[in-house]
């Protein structure tokens, strides 16, 4: 039976059972917090961990037994804390490595590299996923179960194509799957499977993340016939794209024999420090862990979404897309 790692070790692929395919634990900006604790909010370890408790166990108590959480570096990945937290919520986290850029990459990768000033022949971003995926996280024990790389409205600048190569090289060395934040309007989904083909990375092991920020159809074919999982990943984000919109497209989709080619997520987190609290919560009431559960699934119900396709959507796609991950 394949496995998939996850905080507290590997899974049978077969046990991951509902899975939200992109949510995070926290989002953070570490260098910020140590130097302005107050912005935008203040910062309580024993709070944020405690809050972090009560929603991930209100959305384990409707029946979600996963979640992929793809905070990599840029994002405030700390796996410690999701430990702690694991330890107190019955529920499987599989967590990734990579970088998050729309533009440039950490510095710490601009001088060394194959040709820079200190030429390496091998990208040391490559050895780092490799390092997370086989070795585990820093001295966590924890290892990686996917990747992750963006591209954003301003497209493939040359760090965000050299993060997203090594991503690719790294999962052709140990076949973990990928994901993608992807800008749906930009379409720009389509330019990462170019690039990632060009890698030889076989599609079927890429999600393009955020594709559900899209109502375009024929965009959203292109992407799944060409072998990707849609990222039907951000419900609750209203500002993006309205949630019947949202909705009414999966159900288009799934109509056209689409349902095993997306997943479902809202892209929560228990706390970001992108924005205040305060902000978040007025401008996005519905951006929770349990929105898919309480009024994603009954949307789609009434919308012809049969029961079958949406447990292809949560637990046989996941479950396919982390089979044979490890190499
Ligand atoms: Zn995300």
Request: hydrophobic share 40%; proline share 5%; net charge negative.
């Amino acid at each position: 039976m394949p496995t998939v790692e996850t905080v507290r070790g590997p899974v049978d692929v077969d046990g991951l059972g509902k899975v939200l395919m992109h949510e995070h634990v926290f989002t953070l900006g570490t260098e910020i917090r140590e130097n302005y604790p107050h912005y935008p909010d203040t910062w309580d370890e024993e709070f944020r961990v405690e809050d972090a408790v009560r929603q991930l166990t209100d959305m384990v108590s409707r029946g979600i037994t996963s979640i992929v959480d793809p905070t990599v570096i840029g994002l405030g990945r700390y796996i410690p804390r999701i430990q702690r937290i694991n330890e107190r919520v019955d529920l499987n986290i599989v967590v990734a490595t990579g970088i998050y850029t729309y533009s440039d990459a950490p510095i710490q990768f601009h001088f060394t590299g194959p040709g820079r000033i200190f030429d390496v022949p091998v990208d040391p971003m490559t050895e780092l996923f490799v390092a997370d995926i086989r070795a585990g996280i820093a001295d966590t024990g924890v290892k990686a179960g996917l990747l992750k790389c963006a591209i954003d409205e301003h497209g493939l600048t040359p760090d965000v194509e050299r993060v997203m190569r090594a991503v690719a090289q790294a999962h052709m060395e140990t076949g973990t799957p990928i994901t993608v934040h992807t800008h749906a309007h930009e379409g720009t989904g389509l330019i990462a499977q170019r690039v990632l083909r060009e890698e030889g990375v076989d599609l079927s092991k890429v999600v393009i993340g955020h594709s559900g920020d899209s109502t375009d159809i024929d965009y959203l074919r292109a992407i799944a016939d060409a072998g990707s999982i849609l990222g039907m990943d951000r419900f609750g984000i209203d500002a993006f794209c309205p949630f019947e919109d949202r909705v009414a497209t999966v159900a288009t989709l799934a109509a056209l024999g689409y349902a095993e080619k997306m997943v479902l997520a809202h892209d929560a987190s228990c706390y970001s420090d992108f924005y205040s609290e305060a902000n978040k919560k007025a401008a996005l009431p519905r951006w929770a862990f349990t929105h898919v559960s309480d009024d994603v699934l009954p949307a789609l119900r009434e919308r012809g979404v049969t029961e079958e396709q949406i447990t292809t959507m949560l637990v046989d796609n996941p479950r396919t897309y982390f089979s044979g991950a490890q190499k």
